[in-house]
């Protein structure tokens, strides 16, 4: 009984066996292409020999893992590598899977990190000379730089009836992650026409190729195009309305009338100080020890309020304020009336496009080759494990075998970061930091620089205080513009505009003493605002 028993279990584990191996042969056909990295580079891929490409490529672990990659390892430089594919890869027939992991070690502030899928070298390309230029089908991955945030999605596809090949790239695709995480981008095309574009596994953008809003320009061309020969006739009025030409001027009407003229009911207040100056030296100011009259200029006295203009109404040379001319009535011009010649605004007529066709699926052409061809300001961007598949799941089984791992490994590493970060700051409390530190060095705020920077390294210390913290910023700054645009003088009633006038050679001489010291004293400050910010880095 007991043999028979071990004979029963022998063959179950032997049929087991047997289907898990056909399981996976049938799951390897499905897989046109893959990459893992685990092995180096050489031989397999190859690199441009172009002169423009001369970043370095190096085969290295992803950081923080054993798993290897695909490295760009210079800053600025222009990169260039390409590998053919076994098999070509038809994409006209079945569903199509396109993905690949990426990972901007060092973040991404300016630069790619897209695949381009290469038709087959009788387009008219070889590897050693890959570049910008070499003929693909499609173009997809991510892409950052200045108002450039997309995941690019490109298609380039054959006019059958001009024979051109024209890009078209996908409406709104979505944007790129920003962090320094391990992020897995998936395309898949379905043989109903449907793109999907997935991020992480999840979806982002679902699209249709043969849709005008999905795709710019569409793939199927408009029917009809405007006769680029059709020319406006030259008797083609296109002004709605014109003026009135039996329209006269009114004999009364005074074109040199001005807009403004002085009050003349208006009297001089009772108190005005004609002799008093609207400012005065500073009797409580002192020359500064440091001040060298050879290198700073002789020294002047700042000027502040004059205080006996605080209890008067005003000072100086009093003139009457202006008023509205009820006489002002401006240029004449003739009303406009409905123009009877009036036939629209006009454009070409349309004719039948030459280049139209219709479509019922993509004429896709095939895939013989992956390359990577990108300029970037950014090194430490890890490629990994390039997948071409034809069933949607084996795509999924790789995301969660090969990606999700260290997705998941990377990620609590970056919430204890995080929660590292300036005494336990977090990410959005971080970065709202950061950016107050970058308003605090405004040039205006001049003495008040020192100030705000102090109230931030204490409100850093205690991030309940952000809110605060932003407040106080903001007021610091409206209280700035506000003495700069309106110098902080004390406004006089309507009736008594007139002011005493400084000399200009005063004036010139007084802003001389004072832009010296604030000089420096502006220095100082910025170099005590420096050794903060160094020291707020290196913490």
């Known amino acids: 009984m007991e043999e028979r028993n071990r004979r029963i279990l022998i063959q179950y584990t032997l049929l087991l066996l047997a289907c898990c191996f056909v399981s996976q042969l049938y799951a390897s056909s499905d897989v046109k292409f893959y990459e893992s990295f685990d092995k180096a580079f050489d031989g397999r891929w190859i690199v441009s020999e172009k002169e423009d490409y001369n970043g370095v490529w190096k085969h290295a672990k992803s950081e923080g893992h054993d798993d290897h990659g695909l490295l760009v390892s210079e800053k600025a430089r222009k990169y260039a590598i390409v590998k053919e594919l076994d098999d070509v890869v038809d994409l006209k027939d079945g569903t199509v899977v396109l993905q690949y992991e990426v990972r901007f070690q060092e973040g991404l502030e300016c630069g790619g990190a897209y695949l381009k899928y290469l038709r087959p070298q009788e387009a008219g390309w070889i590897p050693k000379e890959f570049n910008n230029e070499s003929p693909y089908t499609i173009m997809f991955g991510p892409d950052k730089c200045g108002a450039t945030d997309k995941v690019h999605f490109i298609l380039k596809h054959k006019n059958p009836k001009s024979g051109e090949y024209i890009e078209h790239h996908l409406k709104f695709p979505p944007s790129v992650p920003s962090d320094k995480l391990t992020h897995v981008y998936t395309a898949v095309l379905r043989p109903d026409n449907a793109l999907l574009i997935l991020i992480d596994g999840e979806e982002k953008k679902k699209a249709n190729f043969l849709s005008n809003d999905d795709f710019e320009p569409p793939l199927v061309p408009v029917k009809t195009i405007p006769d680029p020969d059709d020319k406006k006739p030259e008797d083609w009025d296109e002004r709605a309305k014109i003026p009135d030409p039996d329209a006269k001027k009114p004999d009364d009407w005074d074109e040199d009338a001005p807009m403004e003229i002085e009050d003349e009911e208006a009297e001089k207040p009772e108190g005005w100080l004609d002799d008093e100056p609207e400012e005065i030296d500073d009797p409580e100011a002192t020359k500064p020890e440091d001040w060298v009259d050879e290198e700073d200029g002789e020294w002047e006295a700042p000027k502040i309020d004059n205080p006996k203009c605080e209890e008067a109404p005003g000072c100086g040379e009093w003139k009457r304020p202006m008023k509205s001319n009820p006489a002002y009535k401006g240029k004449w011009h003739a009303p406009l009336i409905d123009n009877p010649n009036y036939k629209g605004i006009w454009k070409p007529r349309d004719i039948p496009n030459p280049n139209y066709f219709e479509l019922d699926r993509p004429n896709f052409e095939p895939i013989a080759a992956i390359g990577i061809e990108i300029w970037t300001m950014q090194d430490g961007i890890l490629f990994d494990n390039v997948l071409i598949t034809s069933d949607e799941k084996v795509a999924n089984s790789y995301r969660n075998t090969a990606w999700k791992t260290k997705f998941d490994v990377e990620k609590e590493k970056q919430k204890a970061e995080e929660a590292a970060i300036s005494g336990g700051l977090n990410g959005f409390q971080k970065m709202v930091f950061d950016l107050l530190y970058k308003v605090a060095e405004i040039?205006?705020?001049?003495?008040?620089?020192?100030?705000?920077?102090?109230?931030?390294?204490?409100?850093?210390?205690?991030?309940?205080?952000?809110?605060?913290?932003?407040?106080?910023?903001?007021?610091?700054?409206?209280?700035?513009?506000?003495?700069?645009?309106?110098?902080?003088?004390?406004?006089?009633?309507?009736?008594?505009?007139?002011?005493?006038?400084?000399?200009?050679?005063?004036?010139?001489?007084?802003?001389?003493?004072?832009?010296?010291?604030?000089?420096?004293?502006?220095?100082?400050?910025?170099?005590?605002?420096?050794?903060?910010?160094?020291?707020?880095?290196?913490?």
């Open 443 to 539: 040039p205006f705020l001049g003495e008040r620089k020192s100030k705000v920077l102090d109230f931030l390294e204490k409100a850093e210390k205690q991030p309940n205080l952000i809110v605060g913290a932003v407040i106080s910023i903001i007021i610091v700054i409206f209280t700035v513009l506000l003495k700069l645009t309106f110098g902080g003088k004390k406004q006089l009633p309507a009736t008594a505009t007139g002011k005493a006038k400084k000399s200009d050679g005063a004036e010139a001489s007084s802003s001389n003493s004072q832009g010296a010291t604030e000089e420096k004293k502006e220095k100082n400050e910025d170099a005590a605002a420096a050794a903060r910010r160094k020291t707020r880095r290196e913490d």
